[in-house]
């Protein structure tokens, strides 16, 4: 099964999740950091801007919260994804507060239902500004990613 790990990070806490998701997949899935950088959001959401996903069959998309949401440069993203239809999409978000877990699930859910595709799981990781993202938590990412790949 071919697996794909899109995500943003900005301090570096979803991009530590993003690895240990890797790392539960046997290191088999590619990785794809979407870059922040402001030629980066140019080129990114330029109208021409297409990422095909139709050589995976399992893909994992990551970034943080904002305001109890999907980020918008993430939702952004999703909403331009080529060939998201049918596919099976595992989420992992990051933020500061326990409580967006619920909002930014749906959130979640709601964007990839738009686009036809099929949400198989989710985690989200309350990281407190960084200080809160251990080593257990990274290995429950490594199981998060295990669980999915078995389910599917």
């Not at 697996?3 to 943003?8: A, F, L, R, T, W």
């Not at 595992?90 to 933020?95: E, I, L, P, V």
């Not at 979640?108 to 500004?129: K, W």
Request: charged share 20%; hydrophobic share 45%.
């Amino acid at each position: 099964m071919r697996s794909i790990i899109v995500y943003c990070s900005k301090t570096g806490n979803t991009e530590k999740v993003a690895h240990a998701v890797q790392k539960g997949l046997h290191g088999t899935a590619d990785l794809l950091k979407l870059d922040l950088t402001p030629e980066g959001l140019l080129k990114e959401h330029a109208p021409r801007f297409t990422f095909d996903l139709s050589n995976y069959d399992l893909i994992f998309l990551g970034g943080w919260v904002m305001v109890m949401k999907v980020h918008p440069y993430l939702s952004a993203y999703i909403n331009r994804i080529e060939n998201l239809e049918g596919r099976k999409v595992a989420g992992f978000m990051t933020g500061g507060a326990i409580f967006s877990r619920g909002h930014v699930y749906d959130d979640f859910t709601s964007l990839l239902d738009r686009r036809g595709a099929r949400v198989v799981d989710f985690m989200y990781i309350s990281t407190m500004l960084g200080p809160l993202l251990t080593k257990s938590k990274l290995r429950a990412a490594e199981e998060f990613a295990r669980h999915v790949m078995a389910q599917v």
